[in-house]
């Protein structure tokens, strides 16, 4: 090799790597690290600000100012479109999505998308909405749902202060639990035909053959909950509510936790039953929420992914007496040792909200 040819060749390298790095960086994920736009290790603290109707400009002021450095806004297809006309979607969704962004960039705060709500798939106990199992097996209302991925993903391609998209929430299959790893992967490679840079949160599976597990009392192992995924820009994500008996007593959606409970309680012995495994027993405590925050901590690590809890927290009535800070300190304690990501739910919310919880307020701020 000449002398020449070596000055090209070095100088062609040098063009390659400034042209790799123009632009605008995202947040990625290498394997169980989750990096910033700057390309430096960064850890999800955020909190949920509602779905695209209810946020205001105050919400992400206020959420900035205690520390939190994500928001977690959540999607739902009614918002885009309409039974009647599936595929032509809303430009007031649009709208909104962009606004939250411009709000997340001025105040510095990451973003993540989180469909909360598709066609066909109502797996939760409300009063006013009926179970609704239909996406699992009706490909009309699969199409709609990898549409709208396709059309999101597409319109934000290129925005880096979104950090990704939670692909769909709290699923629970009409059939065996394998029906959310075949839509998922489905989801997977839709939104990546139009977008390689933003990371997806990926949850697991709450039940199967339309039962949900805080119904049943059956929960389901990690590794059979959450599903296989094929790429290499993705989070692991689930909910933590441990236990629904207490962070949602009195919640007026929920006639089967209609009484009042404590936190710890050294009477209540939980049975805690995973399928296919002998039941154990704990006393409900700190004990039994790293135990069960454990059971997927563990499954991340194997499988050399992040892990994101996307929504935790507690009734407000819990902070009276019910022994609400002591929960909030130990899961967030939990939270910090076995090293996972998280959002609170929520900032602004007639039933979980801190924005007028002082307590609530200091205990996160202070893991902040």
């Known amino acids: 090799m ?43 603290r955020g909190i949920g600000l509602g779905d695209l109707h209810s946020f205001t400009e105050d919400d992400f002021r206020g959420s900035a100012r205690l520390g939190f450095n994500t928001i977690s806004l959540l999607l739902d ?17 649009w709208s909104r999505v962009d606004q939250a962004i411009a709000l997340a960039r001025h105040y510095k705060l990451g973003l993540i998308l989180q469909m909360c709500g598709s066609e066909g798939a ?3 106990p409300l009063k006013r909405a009926p179970f609704d199992f239909r996406i699992w ?24 202060q979104l950090i990704g998209y939670g692909l769909f929430c709290e699923p629970v299959t009409s059939g065996p639990i394998g029906q959310w790893q075949q839509l998922a992967q489905r989801a997977v490679d839709t939104i990546r035909q139009v977008d390689r840079s933003h990371i997806l949160f990926v949850e697991r599976a709450y039940g199967e053959h339309e039962t949900r597990r805080e119904l049943s009392g059956i929960d389901y192992a990690p590794d059979e909950s ?26 007026p959606w929920r006639p089967d936790v209609q009484k009042a409970v404590k936190y710890p309680d050294p009477n209540w012995r939980i049975t805690y039953k995973e399928k296919g495994a002998k039941p154990r027993t704990f006393l409900f405590d700190k004990h039994y929420l790293d135990f069960y925050l454990r059971r997927h901590t563990e499954f991340a690590k194997r499988h050399n992914a992040p892990l994101l809890i996307w929504a935790f927290g507690q009734m407000k009535r819990c902070f ?3 022994g609400g800070d002591r929960w909030l300190r130990d899961v967030t304690s939990i939270f910090e040792q076995q090293g996972v990501h998280w959002s609170y739910s929520d900032f602004r919310d007639d039933a979980f ?14 893991q902040l």
Do not use: C
Not at 145 to 156: G, M
Not at 353 to 366: E, F, H, K, Y
């Open 2 to 44: 000449t002398h020449k040819l070596a000055i090209w060749i070095l100088l062609l390298m040098l063009m390659t790597s400034l042209a790799s790095s123009s632009g605008p960086g995202f947040y990625h994920v290498q394997g169980k690290t989750i990096f910033n736009q700057s390309g430096k290790p960064f850890r999800i």
């Open 77 to 93: 297809w009614s918002s885009f479109y309409s039974q009647e006309t599936p595929y032509t979607y809303e430009q007031e969704a």
């Open 122 to 124: 109502q797996f939760i």
């Open 137 to 160: 097996n009706d490909g009309e209302l699969q199409k709609r749902f990898l549409a709208l991925w396709h059309a999101i993903a597409a319109r934000y391609s290129t925005e880096s």
């Open 226 to 251: 959450f599903p296989t995924i094929k790429d290499n820009n993705f989070v692991y994500q689930f909910y933590f509510f441990e236990r629904d008996e207490y962070t949602h007593q009195f919640a």
């Open 320 to 322: 009276d007496g019910q």
């Open 353 to 366: 909200g801190i924005s007028d919880v002082p307590a609530a307020q200091q205990i996160l701020t202070r």
